[in-house]
């Protein structure tokens, strides 16, 4: 009997540990997921290195999978106004829309409310980039009117925020084409984008504090 009680212990003993050792491992796990992500963020500040930015956590967000509207932990305290950019991870999230004291919403570029003046990058041919939660089913969102007088657009070319939109900073990376086909007049082209930021986990953000209109006139 004593064995037995003395197995038993060794045994709580030992769970004890597996589970300390689990937790711990857990703890690591994040770690280094949040360094990942803040090592991201500190990348995609220096690709845009002309612009004051603020970097925010994300609080909040709409029922489903992915990040079409959320709440970040900065607002007008931090010196955050309605219509100033916001960027994560590979490129361009969305826009504020509304802000408060110590929070803002933002529209994401997914949203299906969302349309962006946009280009190509090499070429600054424009078309319009659509947000769609349909076409997000498969990781994309759509563009069209586009004129590719080159003929250059193709899969993985890059596509920007162009210089005529009245409320993007021009030159911010929205995604890589997926698929081009050509309209039925033959003088434009549709498709789809697989988006730089990653729409289904978006937990920092880094908002630039430049309007559109403020950078046109300085």
Known sequence: FKNVQKLSRENEELQSKIDDLTEENNRLIQSSEELKRLEELYKLDQEYPEYTKVAASVIAKDPGN?????????GNADGLKVNM????????????TE????????????????????????????????????????????FSELRDRGDVVAEGT?????????????????????????????LTKYGTIIPAADFKNIREVLVIQELKQTKENS
């Open 158 to 186: 890059s596509i920007v925020t162009s210089s005529i939109s009245t409320q993007y900073l021009t030159g911010i990376l929205i995604g890589y084409v997926a698929e081009v086909a050509e309209d039925s007049n033959h």
């Open 85 to 96: 950019n916001v960027i994560s991870g590979g490129g361009l999230v969305g826009i504020i």
């Open 99 to 142: 802000t408060g004291e110590h929070w803002s919403k933002v529209r994401s570029i997914i949203d299906d409310e969302n349309n962006i003046s946009a280009m190509i990058a090499t070429t600054s041919d424009t078309c319009i980039v659509s947000g769609n939660l349909a076409s997000m089913s498969n990781g994309r969102i759509d």
């Open 66 to 74: 992915w990040y079409s509207t959320f709440i970040i932990n900065k």
